[in-house]
């Protein structure tokens, strides 16, 4: 189970966009994915830890976290995303 970051297509940009947005202050917290979540960072940066690895990500990324994921998010910078779920 792995989290997918790449910098975000113009496709992607535009398509998310029209999603709906969520934002964090700086802080720390565990989550569980219970399906697919696709998400546009527009502000921000965070890492996430799961199973033993971590991953960062920022402005401009295009992240997917897997069904089934359960990780810490530390939110180190104020995020804002856009995001959809499968």
């Known amino acids: 189970m792995e989290i997918t970051v790449k910098k975000a297509s113009e496709a ?3 398509e998310m ?3 709906p ?8 917290f565990n989550w ?13 940066e965070v ?6 690895k971590s991953v ?5 990324d295009y992240v997917v976290f897997p069904a089934g ?5 530390k939110v180190v910078k104020p995020v ?4 959809v779920f499968a």
Request: contains cysteine.
């Open 32 to 44: 569980h994915y219970d399906c697919e979540e696709r998400s546009l960072i527009t502000e921000g």
């Open 12 to 14: 992607q940009i535009l």
């Open 56 to 60: 960062s990500f920022g402005v401009g």
């Open 47 to 52: 890492e996430v830890s799961y199973g033993g």
């Open 80 to 83: 804002k995303k856009h995001y």
């Open 17 to 19: 966009k029209s999603k």
């Open 69 to 73: 994921l359960s990780c810490v998010w």
């Open 21 to 28: 947005t969520w934002g964090c202050e700086v802080s720390q």
